[in-house]
């Protein structure tokens, strides 16, 4: 339960940061005219996007491996709520990127914001070693997935 509660502490964090955003910005997600401000948007979205893919691909693994193997937890509901606590809050955080980087007029703006989004997707690395005591890898171990979701329902 502690790795629950910390883990529920770290998403509503992130989700803390979106949803001010999300009240307090208007989006205007008109075209800019601007090649140089076109082409920054492009790739700084592009960059967040690559850095965000192996955390939302573990949110998936962690939501299918509860939903096949929920015999190896002692609350799977839990295990599987953690994984989408980690995919939503990163999906959320990658529309805000996008819907914010199209406001920008000027490359340094779009930049700027580029680097506040990584760096709220990264809360979860930058607290977890700061975290006394909250070795995951070491309580989980190694996992294998030995069945597929449709091997259950059938």
């Given at each position: 339960?502690?790795?629950?509660y910390r883990a529920?502490?770290?998403?509503?964090?992130?989700?803390?940061?979106?949803?001010?955003?999300?009240?307090?910005?208007?989006?205007?997600?008109?075209?800019?005219?601007?090649?140089?401000?076109?082409?920054?948007?492009?790739?700084?979205?592009?960059?967040?996007?690559?850095?965000?893919?192996?955390?939302?691909?573990?949110?998936?693994?962690?939501?299918?491996?509860?939903?096949?193997?929920?015999?190896?937890?002692?609350?799977?509901?839990?295990?599987?709520?953690?994984g989408f606590i980690?995919?939503?809050?990163?999906?959320?955080?990658?529309?805000?990127?996008?819907?914010?980087?199209?406001?920008?007029?000027?490359?340094?703006?779009?930049?700027?914001?580029?680097?506040?989004?990584?760096?709220?997707?990264?809360?979860?690395?930058?607290?977890?070693?700061?975290?006394?005591?909250?070795?995951?890898?070491?309580?989980?171990?190694?996992?294998?997935?030995?069945?597929?979701?449709?091997?259950?329902?059938?």
């Amino acid at each position: 339960m502690d790795i629950f509660y910390r883990a529920l502490f770290m998403g509503v964090m992130q989700f803390t940061f979106i949803v001010t955003l999300l009240m307090n910005e208007t989006f205007d997600l008109t075209y800019k005219n601007d090649t140089a401000v076109n082409f920054c948007q492009f790739f700084c979205v592009m960059i967040l996007h690559w850095q965000c893919l192996p955390d939302v691909r573990n949110g998936i693994y962690m939501m299918k491996y509860a939903l096949c193997c929920p015999e190896e937890f002692n609350q799977p509901m839990t295990a599987f709520l953690l994984g989408f606590i980690q995919f939503t809050a990163i999906i959320s955080t990658e529309i805000c990127n996008l819907m914010r980087a199209y406001q920008n007029k000027k490359v340094q703006d779009v930049v700027v914001k580029f680097a506040a989004f990584a760096t709220l997707v990264a809360v979860p690395k930058l607290l977890h070693p700061s975290m006394e005591t909250f070795d995951i890898q070491k309580c989980v171990g190694k996992l294998s997935l030995r069945k597929g979701r449709k091997a259950v329902q059938a």
